[in-house]
């Protein structure tokens, strides 16, 4: 990884690219890299919440932390109803629609 080239690119980058990185792929980045973006972050004077954002992605949870997140989101109140008679929990619901569509062929003689 040429760290001297990605200072480059991101510098070449226009601020909606960088805040773009910022806020939707810090994840998959090297934290040396995650250093380069933040140091463009601060060259260009943006958003000093970008880097607040970086530090959430990037931060590793212990236990403790993500239990207390649990709590406080099990406890919220439900956004449909407002009430809080039972733990708020939350799913996927997909939903799959086939369409079957056949010929009929029928030869008469």
Do not use: W
Not at 57 to 68: A, C, F, M, R, S
Not at 93 to 101: G, L, N, P
């Amino acid at each position: 990884m040429d760290l001297e080239q990605i200072k480059k690119n991101y510098a070449n980058f226009d601020d909606l690219k960088i805040e773009h990185l910022a806020k939707n792929e810090v994840g998959g980045l090297n934290p040396d890299v995650i250093a380069i973006l933040i140091d463009e972050i601060k060259k260009r004077g943006l958003d000093i919440n970008l880097m607040n954002g970086i530090e959430a992605q990037t931060k590793e949870l212990t236990e403790i932390e993500v239990n207390e997140l649990k709590s406080k989101i099990i406890n919220l109140p439900c956004p449909d109803c407002g009430q809080r008679s039972f733990p708020l929990s939350g799913s996927f619901i997909r939903t799959v629609k086939s369409f079957i569509i056949f010929t009929s062929y029928k030869k008469v003689l």
